[in-house]
């Protein structure tokens, strides 16, 4: 049976890493820097107590980030009714690049130490899979059934446009404004499917 001094020492721990938690969650939504010291000073807390809790930058993101991303189903809900994977993937490279703008310090921290620390990687969250999947999920019978690798190499090559790592090479080396990258973006999106469905248009 817990003691009252455990479970206050419980109930403490449990505070501080809530504390964590929320400063990290309103740290992201600003689409500001990133930072263990930032989100430390906002907690109240030292940055050695937030690594007490968090063993790295990325595991604190993504344990922020849960929830704030909705299902794919649920993101893709307005193209829900349309059969065509082309409108679908226009609509979900959209919605994900704004996600990710409105976000972006948290992304570029967590593309940063995915970089400098492979090992790490399991902890980005992956969305852009789940809503690539979904926007396709009218050629799974079609392209999907006749050719598995062809289906299987539009995904691949979803991945590289929809993507944190295609926005910020447009808006940081393209110097194309948050607008205009997200629009080329989509309009490559758009092409690779219209090229993956071309051998099969009759």
Avoid at 17 to 45: F, K, Q
């Amino acid at each position: 049976m817990a003691t009252p001094d455990g479970a206050g020492r419980t109930n403490q721990k449990l505070r501080t890493r809530t504390a964590i938690l929320t400063a990290a969650r309103e740290l992201i939504e600003t689409g500001g820097d990133v930072t263990m010291p930032a989100i430390a000073r906002a907690a109240l807390v030292s940055e050695a107590t937030a690594y007490r809790y968090f063993a790295d930058l990325p595991s604190l993101i993504s344990e922020a980030l849960a929830g704030a991303w909705p299902p794919p189903d649920q993101a893709l809900a307005p193209v829900a009714d349309s059969t065509d994977p082309v409108e679908r993937i226009a609509f979900a490279c959209d919605f994900l690049l704004r996600g990710i703008l409105a976000r972006q310090g948290s992304v570029r921290a967590m593309i940063a130490a995915t970089v400098t620390r492979p090992e790490s990687v399991a902890a980005r969250p992956g969305i852009r899979f789940g809503l690539i999947d979904q926007a396709l999920r009218p050629l799974e019978d079609t392209l999907g059934a006749s050719d598995p690798d062809a289906f299987a190499q539009l995904k691949r090559g979803l991945a590289v446009v929809v993507s944190a790592e295609a926005l910020f090479v447009l808006t940081d080396l393209c110097r194309l404004d948050p607008e205009e990258a997200v629009a080329s973006a989509v309009g490559t999106a758009v092409a690779l499917t219209r090229t993956a469905l071309a051998p099969t248009a009759t």
